[in-house]
């Protein structure tokens, strides 16, 4: 006869991930330090700050939009392990008495090998949990060894768990698509996925985990980001420990209090982006997302980087004291001492003086880039009088087409890079605006403006 037990940890392979390195001691001030590659180095101690509350409205046209590009797979958790480049972590074992080794139970011994029992049930209680969220059989895709769960399963449910009422509102951003079910199996697991590269010891993480925390800490914080990684550990211990679909759903509710309703609607928004596009489009697309100028300003006032420099984060290490956002060569991160356009603030220290020439304010920027426009007496025209684009009543409400032009260079300040192209989303009167240009010589040269859609 065979003795049934489950590991709840493995060795885990090296590998370069995302991790935090001794987080989950107890919780204080971190830093941000961003680190250029010609050896400039910034350092800012970040103060806490609540996650942003974004319009559940926005978020779901967004999810709506991004979730186009996600196409589901026979095995989400494994799409997701590989986009996110997570080693297994634990699973099913069957521990032989005759020869008193462990080996792992695959899905083909499964066909002949009595389960444990204790997993048998846990099984049944996600199925029927399943059937209470009106859904049918395995309906996040995550059973495996003939039926059952194992580690990242079970990391799985107690996610879909925290998550709780979030789950009804990104299916009704689904509406309409072939298979919504399907395409939340797929945002669960991508959300499962970042969140293990947060338990393992390597603390980098490049491509698309680095552009996703970036864009995070964006929008939640540096001090909630911690927190929640603090919350994702304790979650795993839980879930590692648990015999139950009952402990599961302990491990899951317990988490979705740490993370709260704020929190879960960006990790769903930044879930979709990160599961249909590659670290690249991910970066394009971060300016889109709702609400990013607020965001960024909030990113910039506390060391980070705006949603319109993502692109330039070559990886991002999390450790105990805080977080070090390493740029690409000639990047220009978005704070208050490289020479961009960075809303003036205190920082606790900085390892390397990079800010000693005079920055421009607010208003000179501003003046100066409705200099050039006025240089060129048919700029204005091309900017807003082309058929189509929809903004003569914000124009109107505005006061005139420089006014309005302002107001959009106003918003612009502290977002844009200090030199290149850029292509942003603004809010202006309560409308949200693409803005396409570059910036050259310290002007923000806007060349075209349309209604978001």
Not at 203 to 210: E, F, L, T
Not at 330 to 351: C, E, K, L, N, Y
Not at 368 to 375: I, N, Q, T, Y
Not at 431 to 442: E, I, K
Request: proline share 5%.
């Amino acid at each position: 006869m065979l003795n049934a037990l489950i590991v709840r940890r493995c060795a885990i392979l090296p590998v370069t991930l995302i991790a935090f390195v001794t987080v989950v001691c107890a919780p204080g001030l971190h830093s941000v330090r961003l680190r250029s590659t010609d050896g400039q180095v910034q350092t800012t101690v970040s103060h806490p700050r609540p996650p942003m509350a974004l319009p559940d409205e926005q978020v779901q046209k967004t999810v709506q939009v991004l979730a186009r590009k996600v196409v589901p797979v026979a095995n989400p958790l494994e799409f997701a392990q590989q986009r996110f480049e997570v080693p297994t972590r634990g699973g099913v074992y069957i521990f032989t008495a005759r020869t008193k080794q462990l080996r792992p139970l695959d899905e083909a011994a499964a066909a002949r090998e009595d389960l444990p029992p204790e997993l048998v049930e846990q099984a049944r209680g996600y199925l029927q949990w399943c059937r209470n969220i009106h859904k049918q059989g395995d309906c996040l895709q995550v059973l495996r060894n003939g039926g059952v769960l194992d580690a990242h399963g079970r990391y799985a449910v107690a996610m879909a768990i925290a998550r709780g009422a979030t789950i009804e509102a990104t299916k009704a951003s689904l509406k309409g698509m072939v298979n919504p079910d399907a395409v939340i199996a797929m945002l669960v697991s991508g959300m499962t996925m970042y969140m293990m590269l947060w338990v393992l010891p390597e603390p980098v993480s490049k491509g698309i985990a680095a552009v996703m925390t970036v864009v995070l800490v964006t929008y939640i914080g540096v001090d909630t980001l911690y927190t929640l990684g603090r919350g994702w550990k304790a979650l795993v211990n839980r879930a590692d420990a648990a015999t139950t679909f009952e402990e599961l759903r302990v491990a899951g509710e317990e988490f979705a209090k740490v993370m709260g309703a704020d929190t879960a609607r960006i990790l769903v928004m930044l879930a979709t982006a990160a599961v249909g596009s590659e670290a690249a489009a991910l970066a394009k697309a971060a300016p889109t997302l709702p609400v990013a100028v607020q965001a960024s300003r909030l990113a910039v006032a506390e060391g980070s980087v705006g949603l319109g420099a993502v692109g330039a984060v070559e990886s991002v290490t999390i450790a105990e004291a805080g977080l070090t956002i390493a740029l690409a060569p000639g990047a220009v991160a978005m704070s208050s001492t490289s020479d961009d356009f960075g809303r003036g603030r205190p920082t606790s220290h900085s390892d390397s003086v990079t800010g000693k020439e005079a920055r421009p304010d607010r208003a000179e920027i501003v003046e100066k880039s409705l200099a050039k426009v006025r240089s060129d007496p048919n700029k204005l025209h091309h900017i807003f009088d082309k058929i189509g684009r929809g903004l003569e009543p914000l124009v109107k409400r505005a006061g005139g087409q420089e006014q309005l032009l302002r107001r959009v260079l106003d918003e612009l300040v502290g977002v844009v890079p200090k030199s290149g192209l850029f292509e942003v989303v603004v809010e202006v009167a309560g409308t949200r605006l693409v803005v396409r240009g570059a910036v050259m010589d310290g002007i923000i040269r806007v060349g075209t403006i349309f209604l978001a859609p």
